[in-house]
């Protein structure tokens, strides 16, 4: 059975993680053109990796909890796709 996953994230100061428990799916992450600047995704090597406003990127079977996020806070990233 498939299920869909369709979440808005604020982001806030500190890395938070998409999703608080391991959630393996296929989504598309996104950062909406109303952001005030740029979110920060955690690189592997733990580097900050800025995604402006609008940007966005698919990502196959992926755990999102493993996926963390800080910016300004208030701004959103959005996260759609399911276990597809």
């Known amino acids: 059975m498939n ?14 993680p998409l999703a608080a428990n391991a959630a393996v799916v ?5 950062t909406p ?3 005030a600047g740029p979110v920060y995704f955690q ?3 733990g580097s900050d990796v800025p995604w ?3 940007e966005w990127h698919p ?3 992926v755990d999102i909890a493993q996926i963390k996020v800080k910016g300004t ?5 959005t996260v ?4 597809w």
């Open 43 to 45: 690189g592997d090597d």
């Open 80 to 83: 759609v796709g399911g276990t």
């Open 52 to 54: 402006v406003p609008g």
């Open 59 to 61: 990502f196959q079977r």
């Open 73 to 77: 806070p208030g701004d959103i990233v």
């Open 3 to 16: 299920n869909v996953l369709m979440r808005k994230v604020v982001v806030t100061n500190q890395y938070q």
């Open 33 to 35: 053109p109303s952001n």
């Open 26 to 30: 296929s989504v598309e992450v996104s």
